[in-house]
C-alpha cells in the first residue's frame, strides 16, 4: 500500500502564500509523477500542477506564473508553493502519485486533500 500524508492548507488573505508538502510512505517501488488536484465547491476535481520523476512540470494556466512545484526523490515528497493567493485558489487541495508497488500494477494513489481558503 501507499500512503500520501498533505500538509500546509490554511486560511490566507489574498495575495498571501502557502505551501503545501505531500509526503509519499509504504512499499513503493516506481513513481512515475506526483502532483496536485484541487477541487472547490460544486467545481470538478482538476489539475493544478504536475512533476514527473525526470523532473518535468505542467501547471494549469490559472496558476502559471504563481505557483511552483518541487519534489525531494529522496524524501519522496512533493511540494507546492503558491504564491499571489487569489480567492478563486479556495479549494481541497488533493496530492497524487502515479506510481507502483513492489507486487502491484501501476495506478494513482490519492491523499485525503487539504483545504486551503484565501480570503479577499
Known amino acids: 500500500q501507499v500512503q500520501l500524508v498533505e500538509s500546509g492548507g490554511d486560511l490566507v488573505q489574498a495575495g498571501g502564500s502557502l505551501r503545501l508538502s505531500c509526503a509519499a510512505s509504504?512499499?513503493?517501488?516506481?513513481?512515475?509523477?506526483m502532483g496536485w488536484y484541487r477541487q472547490a465547491p460544486g467545481k470538478q476535481r482538476e489539475l493544478v500542477a504536475g512533476?514527473?520523476?525526470?523532473?518535468?512540470?505542467n501547471y494549469a494556466d490559472s496558476v502559471k506564473g504563481r505557483f511552483t512545484i518541487s519534489r525531494d526523490n529522496a524524501k519522496n515528497t512533493v511540494y507546492l508553493q503558491m504564491n499571489s493567493l487569489k480567492p478563486d485558489d479556495t479549494a481541497v487541495y488533493y496530492c497524487y502519485l502515479d506510481g507502483s508497488t513492489h507486487w502491484g500494477p501501476r495506478r494513482v494513489y490519492w491523499g485525503q486533500g487539504t483545504q486551503v481558503t484565501v480570503s479577499s
Open positions: 512533476i514527473t520523476s525526470g523532473g518535468g512540470t
Open positions: 509504504g512499499s513503493i517501488f516506481s513513481i512515475y509523477a
